[in-house]
Protein backbone atom coordinates (compact mmCIF):
# COMPACT_ATOMS: atom_id res chain seq x y z
CA UNK A 1 0.00 0.00 0.00
CA UNK A 2 1.76 3.24 -1.29
CA UNK A 3 2.36 6.27 1.72
CA UNK A 4 -0.89 8.09 0.69
CA UNK A 5 -3.92 5.69 0.42
CA UNK A 6 -2.06 4.76 4.48
CA UNK A 7 -2.67 8.32 4.87
CA UNK A 8 -6.19 8.82 3.76
CA UNK A 9 -7.04 5.48 5.49
CA UNK A 10 -5.42 7.05 8.93
CA UNK A 11 -7.63 10.65 8.12
CA UNK A 12 -10.74 8.23 7.95
CA UNK A 13 -10.09 6.40 10.71
CA UNK A 14 -7.14 7.02 12.77
CA UNK A 15 -5.66 4.06 14.44
CA UNK A 16 -2.53 2.98 16.54
CA UNK A 17 0.49 4.87 16.89
CA UNK A 18 0.54 6.46 13.29
CA UNK A 19 -2.88 7.81 14.05
CA UNK A 20 -2.13 9.02 17.35
CA UNK A 21 0.40 10.94 15.10
CA UNK A 22 -1.72 12.01 12.40
CA UNK A 23 -4.83 13.49 14.76
CA UNK A 24 -1.49 15.63 16.99
CA UNK A 25 -0.71 16.82 13.42
CA UNK A 26 -4.56 17.78 12.72
CA UNK A 27 -5.19 19.90 15.69
CA UNK A 28 -2.20 22.06 14.07
CA UNK A 29 -3.22 21.31 10.52
CA UNK A 30 -6.56 22.02 10.85
CA UNK A 31 -6.75 24.87 13.32
CA UNK A 32 -6.59 27.85 10.41
CA UNK A 33 -9.64 25.98 8.79
CA UNK A 34 -11.52 25.71 11.46
CA UNK A 35 -10.47 29.03 12.35
CA UNK A 36 -12.04 30.29 9.02
CA UNK A 37 -14.90 27.96 9.47
CA UNK A 38 -16.27 29.38 12.74
CA UNK A 39 -15.50 33.31 12.03
CA UNK A 40 -18.90 33.38 9.86
CA UNK A 41 -21.15 32.40 12.91
CA UNK A 42 -21.03 33.85 16.88
CA UNK A 43 -20.84 31.58 19.59
CA UNK A 44 -22.32 32.71 22.97
CA UNK A 45 -20.52 31.64 26.26
CA UNK A 46 -23.85 29.65 27.38
CA UNK A 47 -24.30 27.49 23.86
CA UNK A 48 -23.71 23.85 24.36
CA UNK A 49 -21.64 22.41 21.23
CA UNK A 50 -21.17 19.20 20.02
CA UNK A 51 -17.74 18.23 17.52
CA UNK A 52 -18.36 15.70 15.47
CA UNK A 53 -15.42 13.73 13.96
CA UNK A 54 -13.38 15.73 16.65
CA UNK A 55 -10.07 14.22 15.91
CA UNK A 56 -7.81 14.99 18.13
CA UNK A 57 -9.30 17.47 19.98
CA UNK A 58 -7.93 20.38 18.81
CA UNK A 59 -11.40 22.36 17.97
CA UNK A 60 -13.12 21.25 21.43
CA UNK A 61 -10.03 22.54 23.09
CA UNK A 62 -11.02 25.69 21.48
CA UNK A 63 -14.74 25.68 22.52
CA UNK A 64 -14.00 25.65 25.54
CA UNK A 65 -11.77 28.40 26.21
CA UNK A 66 -15.03 30.97 24.42
CA UNK A 67 -17.77 28.97 26.14
CA UNK A 68 -17.88 29.74 30.28
CA UNK A 69 -21.28 28.81 31.24
CA UNK A 70 -22.25 26.42 28.67
CA UNK A 71 -20.93 22.60 27.94
CA UNK A 72 -18.55 21.06 25.11
CA UNK A 73 -19.01 17.55 23.68
CA UNK A 74 -17.02 15.77 21.24
CA UNK A 75 -17.47 12.13 19.48
CA UNK A 76 -15.13 10.28 17.18
CA UNK A 77 -15.82 6.63 16.00
CA UNK A 78 -12.00 6.56 16.40
CA UNK A 79 -10.70 5.35 20.22
CA UNK A 80 -7.27 6.40 19.33
CA UNK A 81 -8.96 9.91 18.13
CA UNK A 82 -11.10 9.81 21.72
CA UNK A 83 -7.91 8.72 23.69
CA UNK A 84 -6.27 11.56 22.20
CA UNK A 85 -8.99 14.51 22.01
CA UNK A 86 -9.40 13.33 25.88
CA UNK A 87 -5.68 14.20 26.49
CA UNK A 88 -5.60 17.50 24.97
CA UNK A 89 -8.80 18.42 26.76
CA UNK A 90 -7.65 16.70 30.51
CA UNK A 91 -8.13 20.04 31.89
CA UNK A 92 -11.87 21.15 31.07
CA UNK A 93 -12.78 17.57 31.09
CA UNK A 94 -11.93 17.94 34.87
CA UNK A 95 -13.73 20.71 35.60
CA UNK A 96 -16.66 19.69 33.84
CA UNK A 97 -16.52 21.81 30.76
CA UNK A 98 -16.00 18.80 28.29
CA UNK A 99 -17.53 15.14 27.85
CA UNK A 100 -16.01 13.27 24.72
CA UNK A 101 -17.69 9.66 23.58
CA UNK A 102 -16.76 6.91 20.84
CA UNK A 103 -19.61 7.03 18.54
CA UNK A 104 -21.03 7.03 15.21
CA UNK A 105 -22.68 10.66 13.89
CA UNK A 106 -25.36 7.92 12.81
CA UNK A 107 -26.01 7.44 15.86
CA UNK A 108 -25.75 9.72 18.47
CA UNK A 109 -25.84 9.26 22.33
CA UNK A 110 -27.43 12.75 22.90
CA UNK A 111 -31.29 13.47 23.44
CA UNK A 112 -33.42 15.74 20.88
CA UNK A 113 -33.54 19.31 21.00
CA UNK A 114 -29.88 19.24 22.61
CA UNK A 115 -27.44 21.42 20.95
CA UNK A 116 -27.14 25.16 20.42
CA UNK A 117 -24.28 24.28 17.35
CA UNK A 118 -23.10 20.90 15.67
CA UNK A 119 -19.66 21.00 13.96
CA UNK A 120 -18.02 18.91 11.66
CA UNK A 121 -14.69 19.85 10.39
CA UNK A 122 -12.89 18.03 7.84
CA UNK A 123 -15.14 14.92 8.53
CA UNK A 124 -18.65 14.79 6.25
CA UNK A 125 -16.86 13.24 3.39
CA UNK A 126 -16.82 10.16 5.19
CA UNK A 127 -19.55 9.80 7.17
CA UNK A 128 -21.46 6.75 5.52
CA UNK A 129 -25.24 8.16 4.36
CA UNK A 130 -24.85 12.00 4.12
CA UNK A 131 -28.50 12.94 4.40
CA UNK A 132 -29.60 10.29 7.02
CA UNK A 133 -26.68 11.32 9.18
CA UNK A 134 -27.83 15.24 9.04
CA UNK A 135 -31.25 14.10 10.02
CA UNK A 136 -29.48 12.91 13.10
CA UNK A 137 -27.95 16.00 13.33
CA UNK A 138 -30.99 18.29 13.17
CA UNK A 139 -32.67 15.97 15.99
CA UNK A 140 -30.63 16.54 18.72
CA UNK A 141 -30.23 20.46 17.40
CA UNK A 142 -32.45 22.95 19.50
CA UNK A 143 -35.15 25.24 17.38
CA UNK A 144 -32.65 27.83 15.94
CA UNK A 145 -29.72 25.67 16.48
CA UNK A 146 -27.07 25.69 14.04
CA UNK A 147 -25.02 22.91 12.07
CA UNK A 148 -21.87 24.25 10.47
CA UNK A 149 -19.57 21.65 8.37
CA UNK A 150 -15.92 23.13 6.94
CA UNK A 151 -13.77 21.02 4.54
CA UNK A 152 -11.28 21.84 2.65
CA UNK A 153 -12.01 19.71 -0.61
CA UNK A 154 -15.20 20.08 -2.35
CA UNK A 155 -15.68 20.96 -6.13
CA UNK A 156 -14.37 24.13 -6.36
CA UNK A 157 -14.08 27.06 -8.87
CA UNK A 158 -10.45 27.42 -8.17
CA UNK A 159 -9.02 24.41 -10.78
CA UNK A 160 -5.36 23.53 -8.77
CA UNK A 161 -7.60 23.28 -5.57
CA UNK A 162 -10.54 20.96 -7.29
CA UNK A 163 -8.03 18.95 -9.46
CA UNK A 164 -6.26 18.10 -5.76
CA UNK A 165 -9.57 17.28 -3.78
CA UNK A 166 -10.15 15.29 -6.97
CA UNK A 167 -7.55 13.16 -6.51
CA UNK A 168 -7.81 12.47 -2.65
CA UNK A 169 -11.39 11.84 -3.24
CA UNK A 170 -10.97 8.96 -5.82
CA UNK A 171 -7.79 7.67 -3.79
CA UNK A 172 -10.34 7.35 -0.71
CA UNK A 173 -13.45 6.47 -2.29
CA UNK A 174 -14.96 9.17 -1.02
CA UNK A 175 -17.64 11.52 -2.33
CA UNK A 176 -16.66 15.44 -2.75
CA UNK A 177 -19.78 17.80 -3.92
CA UNK A 178 -20.65 21.29 -5.05
CA UNK A 179 -21.86 24.16 -3.04
CA UNK A 180 -25.02 23.48 -4.42
CA UNK A 181 -25.18 19.73 -3.64
CA UNK A 182 -24.48 20.69 0.21
CA UNK A 183 -27.25 23.37 -0.27
CA UNK A 184 -29.66 20.57 -1.51
CA UNK A 185 -28.27 17.83 1.04
CA UNK A 186 -29.47 20.36 3.69
CA UNK A 187 -32.53 21.23 2.43
CA UNK A 188 -33.69 17.55 2.05
CA UNK A 189 -32.80 16.85 5.75
CA UNK A 190 -34.61 19.51 6.69
CA UNK A 191 -32.28 22.79 7.25
CA UNK A 192 -33.38 26.51 7.05
CA UNK A 193 -31.21 29.39 6.57
CA UNK A 194 -28.73 27.76 4.91
CA UNK A 195 -25.58 29.81 4.24
CA UNK A 196 -22.69 28.83 2.27
CA UNK A 197 -19.05 30.75 2.38
CA UNK A 198 -16.15 29.69 -0.26
CA UNK A 199 -12.54 31.17 -0.04
CA UNK A 200 -11.24 30.79 -2.94
CA UNK A 201 -7.55 30.89 -3.10
CA UNK A 202 -7.28 27.89 -0.26
CA UNK A 203 -10.71 25.50 -2.09
CA UNK A 204 -12.25 25.33 1.14
CA UNK A 205 -16.08 25.71 2.15
CA UNK A 206 -18.62 26.37 5.11
CA UNK A 207 -21.78 25.23 5.11
CA UNK A 208 -24.57 26.43 7.71
CA UNK A 209 -27.73 25.48 8.43
CA UNK A 210 -30.23 26.04 10.99
CA UNK A 211 -33.16 23.90 12.72
CA UNK A 212 -36.50 25.56 12.09
CA UNK A 213 -38.00 27.15 15.36
C1 LIG B 1 -9.84 14.16 8.77
S1 LIG B 1 -10.21 13.80 10.44
C2 LIG B 1 -10.66 15.42 11.07
C3 LIG B 1 -10.49 15.51 12.55
C4 LIG B 1 -10.81 16.88 13.16
N1 LIG B 1 -12.19 17.25 12.99
C5 LIG B 1 -9.91 17.93 12.59
O1 LIG B 1 -10.39 18.83 11.89
O2 LIG B 1 -8.69 17.87 12.81
C6 LIG B 1 -11.79 12.98 10.31
C7 LIG B 1 -12.30 12.47 11.64
O3 LIG B 1 -13.66 12.07 11.48
C8 LIG B 1 -13.85 10.85 12.17
N2 LIG B 1 -15.01 10.17 11.57
C9 LIG B 1 -15.13 9.72 10.29
N3 LIG B 1 -16.31 9.15 10.09
C10 LIG B 1 -16.99 9.22 11.26
C11 LIG B 1 -18.28 8.77 11.68
N4 LIG B 1 -19.09 8.12 10.84
N5 LIG B 1 -18.67 9.02 12.95
C12 LIG B 1 -17.83 9.67 13.81
N6 LIG B 1 -16.58 10.09 13.48
C13 LIG B 1 -16.17 9.88 12.21
C14 LIG B 1 -12.53 10.11 12.01
O4 LIG B 1 -12.34 9.09 12.96
C15 LIG B 1 -11.53 11.25 12.13
O5 LIG B 1 -11.10 11.45 13.45
Not at 41 to 54: A, H, K, Q, V
Not at 87 to 95: G, M, P, R
Not at 145 to 154: K, V
Request: with cysteine; aromatic share 12%.
Amino acid sequence: MGLKQILVNQVRKPNGKLGRLIVSGMNKGHAKLAKWGISHFSIEPNYYILDIGCGGGGNIKYFAKTVTDGKIFGIDYSETAVDISMKVNKKYIEIGTVEIYQGSVSSLPFKDNYFNLVTGFETSYFWPDLIKDLQEIYRILRPNGHLILTNEGYICNNEKKRRTAENWSKLGHFPIHTPNEYREFLKEAGYSNIQIFENYEKGWITVIGMKKH
